[in-house]
């Protein structure tokens, strides 16, 4: 099989180089379009269920909230695991379902059972609502709402937070790649009637009353039509209120006689704010901003391309004095990660070329091997794309040129042999001819592929344990393994066609009968190394035990390296936490952030910003 696939290589080369320049195409097609992030994603397939119910203790919204949605969840198909949390006025329900499951069946099934849930749950208390479908990597754009200078004085924190949630906000959403947009910081505006109980009292008029009047009032009607000669005429009662002033004069009793009492005659209305359950802190100052959080599994450099482009147009829109800073963008940290690579990857093949040339002793031959590495990087990262793995600093760091390019070694290094060979034997033969270069390439290759296949299939072999891994090992390190086995498969095929074909055709005919760089330093290593060898089968008790202590040495200081999980990442942003007394208001922490936050812009110039989010947005 091997022998007939390298011979029908180089008796039809045409045919090969195409399938390569096919594979560069294909590659190169591949790298545009590959999702390229920092690290893999290794969230769980889940489905969060939130409910908010400010009228509730933790106790109640366990009974009435939390219970009854996980009683009609459970029978959800492929659940692994259910959890919740009770807390005062809120109720989080996870439901983590296989990986292999897609994410929205999942969604639709449990909001099938949601319909079950809300049914028993007492009326106006909480409205269940699925989380967006995102992940804890989600997060990869921030920003702040920000006032320019000359205009402090005309926007307060409410008014910013209206601008975010009405402006910015609604049209970030439907971004390609947007799962939702969060914001945080400042005061949500609202419409507040604060009613004065000595005139609710002097006119025997109820709270209730109240209430029932401003929903009778608040609302739009409908009806038919009239015709008049050609034209057709809507009606509608408009009686949704749009100022203060339409609040003001809802009429809440009268008729029949009495002087209609009116909303302004009972309370005050003015513009308030919403009860608050966190703040968003900016160095010193509280600020107004939002997060970006991105649909799972969407490309990240891709997601915040169109962020940015829909910022660029949000800035058209924005009241005069108003403008978007962005503190925290994912491409940073992908730029940082993939930097990295890209440069270790360039140095070590680099490094493998120079060491190829060196040992070869023929430029042509090393180079020969060297396109092996831009080849088999390009098959590596076509198959990524197609089984849908991101470039990141797991699935590409691991990559070793000198597993990659093993195979071409042998091969070009038997040819070149056998064609010193051949010419030390035959002083005078003149430079060999097409098909001369043909027969002793196909025989050379013949000779050394089978032992080249069979090295590079055990690497392949070593990887397997890597691709059984499950949970967060196998979504951390699996496509470490995959992207290794794609690139060793790629050199495998190129090391049966690829390579012969270009060796008939590039290597020197002329070969030099002389001795090479790479001959002399064999030379060397085998007289350095031929005293050790002989002592080493003169003495095989005192090296067994030599190897025993040694093994047994580096087993200790391996026990006590220490480890991670994941490489490192120097991003440069840093994360730290204020914790306050149980029970602390939210105004002495948000003044306790603020002097934290002080401390640390003083003492290092080199914080660009302090950002703290207390509580919810």
Known sequence: MIDRIITFSIHNKLLVALFVLALIGWGIWSIIRLPVDAVPDITNNQVQIISVAPTLATQEVEQYITAPIEVAVATVPDVVELRSISRLGLSVVTIVVKDDVDVFRARQQISERLKEAESQIPEGVARPEMAPVSTGLGEIYQYLVKVKKGYEGKYSLTELRTIQDWIVRRELLGTPGVAEVNSYGGFVKEYEVAVNPERLKSMKISVPEIFTALQNNNENTGSAYIERDRNSYFIRGVGLVGTLEDIGKIVVRGGQGLQPVLIRDLADVRFGRAIRYGAFICDTSEAVGGVVMMLKGSNATEVVANVKKRMATIATSLPEGVYIEPYLDRTDLVSRAIGTVTKNLVEGGLIVVLVLVLMLGSLRAGLVVASVIPLSMLFAISLMKLFGISGNLMSLGAID???????????????????????SQNPGMPALHGSQM????????????????????????????????????GKMFRPMAQTVGFAILGALILSLTYVPMISALVLNRKQETGLRMADRMMGFLHRAFDPVFRYSLGHKLQVLAITFLLSMAALALFLNLGGEFIPTLEEGDLASGIMTLQGGSLTNTVETVKKANKILKENFPEVKYAICKVGAG
């Open 438 to 473: 043909d027969l002793h390439v196909l025989e050379s290759s013949k000779n050394m592929m089978s032992s080249a296949t069979f090295g590079q299939v055990i690497i392949l072999v070593v990887y397997l344990p890597i691709l059984s891994l499950v949970g967060i090992e």
């Open 401 to 423: 040129f000198g597993l990659i390019v093993d195979g071409a070694v042998i091969i070009v290094e038997n040819v070149v042999h056998r064609l010193s060979r051949v010419k």
